[in-house]
Structures are given as C-alpha cells and as structure tokens.
C-alpha cells in the first residue's frame, strides 16, 4: 500500500480519489480502481470521462472504435451500454457483472493492448484475470454485510494489491488505498491490511449442500463406497483436519448419507453405499441433492399443470399458459438455492408483491412456510419468476434496466442458470418417462434463451432471425417459415435485410437448405454445469459455527480444570 498525501495529487476536481486517477492517465500509467459495488463503478468511470471530455482529450481511433461496438452489443442499446461507450471514447472504462460478456471482453481486450488506461471496477475483477495495471486504487475497503458496514477480508486486500506491477516489464507496482477519515483510521487500516495475517481459510465441504452434492459424486463414481473408505477419505481432507473432532465429523457425514438414503439417491447394503440409478443422473448433471429432491416432489404438480393447459387446446402442440400459470410454474422452478441472489425488492415493491401472492396463494405449486422460508425472500423468489415471466412475453431489455434496475449482464447470467435447471428438469422427466412435460419444458427454455413467446418459435428456426425480427415478421403474418414466400420482397428487405432475404427465398424455392432452416429448434447442453456457489451468508454462518465450536471446546477444557 502506498500513501499519498492529498498535497501530492493534482487538484483537477474536488474528490482526490479521482484527481489521482486522472494524474496516472496523464503520466499515462494504467489504473485499476475497486469499487464496492456496480454503482460507484459506474460512478467513477464517469467522472473522470467528464474530466477529459470537458479538456477535449484521449479520443483515438481505436477508442471511437470500442465505443460503437459497445452500442452494438445490445440491440437496442440500454442507458448502461451508452454511458460505458461514452466513457470508453476517453481511455476509461467500467466492469461488472452488470456488463454482458461482449462488453467485458472489449474491455479487457482494449486494457490489454494498453489502448484502455483505466478501469472502474468491483472486485470480481481481483480474481480469474489476469489484468495487470501499473496503479491499483483500491477506493472502498468496507462492504455492506448482514452485521453492517465491515472491512473487507485481508485476503481480499491482497488480491487487488497485487494486480500492480506488470512482472518483467516494470520494477515496481504501486497500489493506493483510499482512506477519507482521520490519520487514527489511517495507522487501523494500515495495521490491519498492510501488517496483519491473512484470514484462515475454511474448506467448503463444510458447508451441508455442498458436502451433499460431492458425497454422492464420490459414490456415483465408486471412488468411495465403504464405511471405511468413507472415513478414510475425509480424515485426509482439510475438512477433516479443520474439524479435529473425528467422532464429530463422522456423525456428521454419515448424518448426510442417511439424508441421501431418504431420498433415495443412495443405497446402504451393510454399510457398502452405491448410487441408484436418478443419483447417478443427479451427480452427472451436477445439481445439488436437495434441489434434485425438491423438483422430484413437485414434478407430478408441474406435469399435471401442463396437462390442465393442454386439454383446453385444440393444438396440443402449440398453447399458451396464462400469465398467472406462468408466473406459479416459473416460481416454483426459481424456489431453489442454484437461483440465488434472487432479484433485489426495492420498498415500493414489497406491497404489490405481497398482494400478488396473496392472489395467487391458492395457485402455487409450492406452499409458503414460515418456518423454512423468510417471507422477504419468498416474495424475492415471486420477482424473479416475475422477470423471467416478462422476458419470455418480450418485455424490452432497456425497459427491465429501466423498471427494475436489472442490467444485461445481470439478466444474462440469470437466463444462463435457469437455462441450467430447466435443463436438469427436463433430464428429470426423461428418467420419469415423462415425454410431453420434457417437450414443454424444453420450448420453456427456448423462450427464456430467445425472449419470445410460443408463438414465435417456428420463426426462431430460421438462421439469423432473434426475437426483434420473428416479431415484426409475425406482426406481417409470418407464422412459420414456409410463409415467407407471401410477403412482398420489400417487406421482407425492410426486416431482413437485402442479402437475408436472398438467401431465405434462394433456400426455400430449393425445397428448404438445411444450414438456414431447420425442422426442429435444437437446444445444447448447457455450457457450464456448476456446482452450487457457497453464498457470503453461508460463509458467515460457517465462521460463526467454528467459532461457538472453539468456544465450547475451551468451556469443556477450563470445566475440566476446574474440577480438578
């Protein structure tokens, strides 16, 4: 850490953070700044792209370049996508999750060549990549957490303090760190983060739903199946080591195979445990048992939504649910810990949420209970189905930003994990034989990768056509593909475009080119299979049981020698 007088720094405006960040990329030094959250990144970036755009300075080409593409990354580009690419045209730049992965790799990119000197960002960006900087400002070193405003981790000082200095190109790295208060708060902060010990580190398995899930790994894979391979195994593990009380830890692990035997996910034959047939679908699709379990007790309630809808249909093929139905089924699919942090409620919220449920309490496939579930967080499990309902009835990306404060990158990473569980679902009612459900929940996933409604999806199997342009054609009477031919040519232009429009009509007088139409929408599988991220709260309740643990253990020691 370095420290920098105020009287050492430029005053170009009245904050001395951004006055030091506008002195680096004059000297024209690169500078990471960490921000405690999405907000005061943006914040950052933009006042110091004021700073430059008022001299009338730093625009060059490959700037102006990055700026467009940044508006083309989204279409139509949001109020998020504007700002970033105003900044960029000055040499700065902000990142967060907030961000979809375009905008972060033209960033990064751009950083890399040394066409970008500065970047605004959280501190996701400390960790996964490698970004060196000649200056890292580390302008917020508190956090917001359930026991109020706390410094962050040592660790996590060390993280982004280490990212200045480029290893064999410079000699020295400078990192700042951003202190407003008094010259006590000074001597704590530098104490704490420049002379204190690193945090100790706690192995995850300590955590019950991730020990769950690589359990039944393990015996999915016959790497573990006795007792005393069981036991063996987790002696030699950290979390073993960390536990110190073997009779503890056992109990505790075989308290979990009993809770997987319940399920049904294992068998125990004299203390020889293998996996079932669904657990070993369970651990390949990588889905945390308890989830598994939850969406094995409510499939009969969702098949049987599916057949409710159907049967008023003439076309059993090609119905719509009501938006109420939408919103119970997307509930009950986002009522699981792979979805969290679940959209935010903000307090005018609370009250059309609350009267939501409400209306729909007779519907829902899932009961409330307030003994397993916060009230707040289950009417945050009703927002994002409420989302996620929008998006897939073609809510506008821009509105979602500008109603719900949902960024793209935010709404992108959500679509990718219910893509995920949507996927497992479906693996689910495969194994069931369940074939019509997996059908539904495979078009549901396509409505949530597209944002379209069902009557869209025809269109969708056209190469090159999104939600816009399938839209616009259906508004046209397009229905399906092969109805293209009844549109004139300069309709079809205005949407498509010239050398688009050639290439369907070419295809569909030849009896239909495969590479540009195709029969069936195919989806992947999804790119990445997680396990389940251990939440801060998690952590922290962690931490807070090793700590009642010691204690405990120092009460039996000092009783003992009290009573001798």
């Not at 680096?24 to 921000?35: A, E, P, R, S, T």
């Amino acid at each position: 850490m370095k420290l920098i007088e105020q009287d050492r720094i430029s005053q170009h405006t009245t904050e001395n953070a951004i006055n030091l960040i506008i002195d680096c990329m004059n000297d024209n030094k690169q500078i990471i700044i960490f921000n405690a959250s999405k907000s005061t990144a943006q914040s950052t970036a933009k006042k110091v792209a004021q700073y430059f755009k008022k001299s009338k300075s730093r625009i060059i080409p490959e700037l102006q370049e990055a700026s467009d593409n940044i508006l083309k990354s989204i279409s139509p580009p949001t109020q998020q996508c504007i700002e970033l690419s105003d900044c960029i045209k000055y040499g700065v730049a902000f990142h967060h999750a907030g961000l979809v992965a375009k905008q972060r790799g033209i960033i990064e990119q751009l950083f890399k060549k040394k066409i970008l000197l500065g970047i605004s960002s959280t501190p996701t960006l400390a960790a996964g990549l490698n970004l060196p900087a000649s200056v890292t400002l580390i302008k917020d070193y508190k956090r917001f957490s359930q026991r109020g405003y706390q410094d962050i981790p040592v660790l996590e000082y060390q993280q982004m303090a280490g990212r200045a200095g480029r290893p064999g190109v410079e000699t020295i790295g400078v990192s700042v760190l951003h202190i407003k208060d008094s010259k006590d708060e000074e001597e704590r902060v530098s104490k704490k983060f420049i002379h204190g010990e690193t945090e100790e580190i706690f192995s995850k398995l300590a955590v019950e739903p991730t020990l769950k899930m690589y359990l039944l790994s393990l015996i999915a894979m016959d790497s573990i199946n006795s007792r005393d391979e069981i036991e063996n195994f987790f002696l030699n593990s950290l979390y073993g080591f960390q536990f110190e009380d073997k009779k503890m830890l056992f109990n505790q692990v075989f308290r979990i195979l009993h809770v997987l035997e319940k399920y049904e996910f294992i068998r125990n034959n004299d203390n020889y445990y293998v996996a079932t047939p669904i657990g070993k679908k369970i651990s390949q699709i990588y889905l945390n048992p308890d989830t598994a379990h939850y969406y094995i007790s409510i499939l009969p309630k969702i098949i049987q939504l599916f057949k409710e809808f159907s049967s008023k249909s003439q076309n059993n093929t090609q119905y719509s649910m009501n938006k109420n139905a939408e919103i119970v089924l997307l509930h009950a699919i986002c009522n699981v810990a792979e979805m969290k942090p679940y959209f935010y409620i903000k307090k005018k919220e609370e009250d059309e949420l609350y009267m939501l449920a409400q209306d729909l309490e007779s519907e829902f496939l899932v009961e409330y209970d307030p003994f397993e579930q916060d009230i707040g967080e289950y009417l945050s499990v009703l927002k994002t189905a409420q989302i996620f309902q929008k998006w897939a009835n073609e809510f506008p990306e821009s509105l979602l930003l500008d109603q719900y404060n949902i960024t793209p990158g935010e709404l992108n990473y959500k679509l990718n994990v219910i893509d995920w569980v949507l996927y497992c679902i479906e693996e689910l009612l495969n194994l069931k034989k369940e074939l019509f459900t997996k059908s539904q929940i495979k078009k549901l996933r396509v409505r949530m990768k597209y944002g379209v409604r069902l009557e869209l999806l025809p269109l969708l199997t056209l190469k090159g056509i999104g939600r816009k342009r399938a839209r616009d054609l259906y508004e046209r009477g397009v229905t399906s593909p092969v109805k293209l031919k009844e549109l004139p040519r300069e309709t079809l232009v205005q949407v498509l475009g010239e050398k688009r429009t050639n290439t369907l009509l070419n295809s569909l007088e030849q009896g239909g080119n495969q590479k540009e139409i195709k029969n069936t929408l195919e989806l992947d599988k999804p790119k990445e299979i997680r396990a389940r991220e251990v939440s801060s709260e998690e952590v922290e309740i962690l931490l807070k049981s090793q700590i009642e643990y010691e204690e405990e253990k120092k009460k039996e020691i000092n009783n003992l020698l009290d009573y001798f």
